[in-house]
């Protein structure tokens, strides 16, 4: 990335939303003829808790804050929540560990929600108010969650009553309903890499009853070897509605199934870029989710909120990984763990052969996890003035329960060498099946039950017409209970508690200037996962192996949030949105994925204090022809404590492959400077045309705390988009993404090149691997209303 675009003050997120909550919005009719595209609605209320039915001014929110709606989600071309998050959310940058596009690590300020185990995960995501975090791993799929049914998508800084995982901020997102929609609308959209994917969505509301529907697929080979995505959501939502209520009950499945390549070392990425390093790599998740939640209003100013949900997950998992048994240097005829004499056993304690003669070989870490979950929520919210003040009052308690079987096994197989894709052997699809009589790799089978309690408050209060004070806090508790099914050396109990304060002012100066100010506490407990693996010396694959290991500390976060933000109207008919924020979060126990001497595994360990800080800038522009965005966050994220990490294949490492990590340090995968800028213009009143475009500074690899190697180097990408209303009812929409075909990685790390021959390029040596980003790609639909 160029030192002249990183150098760019940039601005604001587009505010392109709809008000929540509490407000009744009017519906979005598909039928008839649509709004102008540019001329969005302010937003003026957000949820001020995870519930629905709790909003409140948002200049009266003592924290950042932004919100995309459905028209964010279309705005770009075919229904894409990731993609608006990517290229229109102030703050938000996506990456991709495991080299797959619906499988994103997303980082807010220097926390992330992602879908991998053995990711610290610092934000709390919530889908029409029901906790989204996977209770296993605290993980977030994104592949579940349906992007034509997405209404809002509401994101806040440090706020405690979001409850555990909110230690820098959260993700609430809105789904539709037929109070909120009416007609119907039918995508249907294709392009590079064998994309081709389709939408539908129906409301209808008679009377006081309304029904809404959303279905959703989509198939895609992917732009590298073995990378493909396929992906099947139906959501529903019925509804009731009457004088002094409303009720919802809604239904979310879905069914994907992912394959992504990972990362790649450097000098075959050069040969090939559609290169894999080692394989297959396969995911399918199935999901289903059933709520209920309902809003009654008791009074002119006190309403209760209620919520009700089971869900049920169920993940399975592959990975084709580097060979950690190969054929033994003084015992003939026998596999050994690699540079070791000892020898690799299967179930019964016999010793496995050296079936391949000399190999190669490869493992296959197989992992299956079943989850049901459960939950309750009930809050009140009162608005009666307090002392003549206004007052907005919001009391709550939660349950969120779950039940999770899972398992785990290693298998040794052959390597394809020229796939590099792991072989099983006639009658072992899954390799010979290993069983280390000291655990170091041995099947799992553990039931997991967890029990998360909430009780919280938040209070708003007008000290004055323009100066506002908010007090809130929540009290956590989690229970955390493990059941080694073929043994005891998993069993344990874990049990975590907190109470989490968080104080602010807002001052409105005048409609074009708010001040806002506020510190808050927050809390993550460590996951079933993570208590599961946090021993050096019995480490677990990114596929998640686990043994029996000490408690570890609940990470806990302090932060303050500062800011300016106002709105102008510089002519009849324009907005002007403005903002200027500061941030800055200390973490006490943070918990690290850090690398360890068995290849290819690792552990979770307390690394002492993190420290992310800096500041958001933006400016956001719309008239009936124009809509216009530019922000610019820098993103300080640092370590705070030094501790030793194990980092073999680094070329930094020393004699003992260690690395000494210091007190300031930055963490991998957060780049300082993040820009972002967009433009849709209506040239005519069918036509539009726009662009957007995304850069971003260098990234430190994972596996290289403490900064010792040349980073990930930053990049710059351009989009452009269009679309033509051929009628009131029938829309043509295109898109080139990456339109100068920029050859760039969204994230890296190191791999064990020695390990394996790639035929294109034998001998390779440099250890860098990166997963590379897709390269220019175009994409068309057509989308019809009635």
């Not at 028209?71 to 102030?90: D, E, F, K, M």
Request: charged share 10%; proline share 7%; aromatic share 10%.
């Amino acid at each position: 990335m160029r030192v002249a675009v990183l150098s760019v003050l940039a601005f604001v997120l587009p505010r392109l939303a709809l008000a929540q909550a509490n407000t009744q919005p009017a519906p979005m009719p598909a039928a008839a003829a649509a709004p102008p595209l540019l001329a969005l609605p302010p937003v003026e209320v957000i949820g001020s808790t995870p519930l629905l039915g709790s909003g409140m001014d948002r200049n009266k929110v003592p924290s950042a804050n932004q919100v995309l709606t459905s028209q964010s989600v279309t705005l770009q071309g075919s229904p894409s929540y990731l993609n608006a998050l990517q290229n229109q959310a102030q703050g938000v940058q996506l990456n991709s560990a495991a080299g797959g596009p619906f499988q994103p690590n997303v980082f807010y300020h220097g926390f992330q929600a992602a879908p991998l185990q053995g990711t610290p995960q610092g934000l709390a995501v919530y889908v029409n108010g029901v906790r989204f975090n996977q209770p296993f791993g605290d993980t977030v799929n994104f592949d579940l969650i349906p992007d034509v049914a997405i209404d809002t998508m509401n994101i806040e800084g440090a706020n405690p009553v979001f409850g555990l995982n909110a230690l820098g901020g959260s993700i609430a997102i809105q789904l539709k309903n037929g109070f909120t929609y009416h007609g119907g609308e039918l995508d249907a959209y294709g392009g590079s890499f064998s994309q081709i994917g389709g939408a539908f969505q129906y409301g209808k509301q008679s009377g006081n009853t309304a029904f809404y529907i959303a279905t959703s697929g989509l198939t895609e080979g992917g732009w590298r070897d073995f990378q493909s995505s396929a992906l099947k959501q139906l959501y529903s939502d019925i509804g009731w509605r009457g004088d002094h209520a409303e009720v919802h009950l809604n239904i979310d499945l879905a069914q994907t199934t992912l394959n992504a390549p990972g990362t790649t070392p450097v000098q075959w990425l050069a040969v090939d870029p559609r290169a894999q390093f080692t394989g297959p790599s396969p995911v399918n998740n199935n999901y289903a989710l059933i709520s209920l939640n309902s809003n009654i209003q008791l009074s002119d100013t006190t309403s209760i909120q209620a919520i009700a949900y089971y869900d049920y997950f169920l993940q399975r998992l592959g990975n084709g990984n580097v060979a950690d048994f190969g054929p033994c240097s003084t015992i003939s005829g026998s596999l050994c763990e690699v540079g070791t004499d000892v020898l690799a056993t299967d179930r019964n304690g016999n010793t496995i052969p050296d079936f391949l003669n000399g190999g190669p070989y490869s493992d296959w870490d197989n992992e299956t996890t079943n989850t049901n979950g459960y939950g309750v929520a009930l809050q009140a919210s009162n608005q009666t003035p307090l002392f003549g003040h206004e007052n907005h009052f919001v009391a709550g308690v939660s349950f969120d329960g779950s039940s999770t079987l899972f398992g785990a096994t290693t298998g040794i197989g052959g390597l394809d060498p020229v796939s590099l894709n792991f072989l099983g052997p006639a009658g072992f699809p899954q390799g010979i099946i290993v069983d280390q009589a000291d655990g170091t790799d041995a099947p799992v089978r553990v039931g997991v039950t967890t029990a998360y309690y909430g009780i919280y408050l938040t209070d708003t209060f007008d000290i004055t017409p323009k100066l506002s004070a908010n007090v809130s806090g929540r009290f956590n508790a989690e229970q955390i209970d493990l059941n080694d099914m073929l043994g005891t050396g998993l069993s344990g109990n874990h049990s975590y508690d907190r109470f989490n304060p968080g104080v602010g002012l807002t001052y409105r100066l005048a409609p074009a200037l708010n001040v806002y100010a506020s510190y808050s506490e927050s809390n993550r407990a460590p996951t079933p996962a993570e208590l599961s693996c946090a021993s050096p010396a019995s480490p677990c694959s990114l596929a998640n192996f686990f043994t029996g290991d000490p408690n570890l500390k609940q990470v806990v976060s302090h932060t303050i949030e500062a800011g300016l933000r106002g709105t102008l109207t510089p002519a009849a008919g324009a907005r002007l949105d403005w903002n200027l924020g500061l941030f800055h979060s200390n973490l006490d126990d943070d918990i690290e994925f850090v690398q360890s001497v068995v290849l290819g595994r690792g552990f979770f360990q307390n690394v002492g204090a993190t420290r992310r800080q800096g500041f958001d800038a933006g400016v956001h522009f719309h008239n009936s022809r124009w809509l216009a965005w530019a922000d610019y966050t820098l993103t300080d994220a640092t370590f705070q404590s030094a501790f030793t990490e194990s980092s073999p294949d680094s070329p930094g490492a020393g004699a003992n492959g260690n690395i000494e990590v210091q007190p300031g340090d930055r963490l991998p995968s957060v780049p300082l400077h993040l820009l972002k800028i967009g433009v849709q213009y209506t040239a005519t009143p069918a036509w539009t045309i726009g662009m957007s475009a995304v850069a971003a500074s260098s990234q430190y690899l994972f596996g290289d705390e403490a900064n010792l190697e040349k980073p990930l180097p930053g990049y710059f990408v351009l989009n452009f988009n269009t679309s033509y209303q051929v009628t009131p009812h029938i829309q043509l929409y295109g898109s080139v993404q990456n339109v100068l075909d920029s050859t760039y990685y969204l994230y890296g790390t190191f791999s064990p090149t020695s390990s394996i021959t790639f035929l294109p390029a034998p001998g390779t040596s440099n250890p860098r691997s990166y997963n590379i980003a897709a390269p220019v790609a175009g994409f068309a639909g057509i989308r019809m209303t009635f």
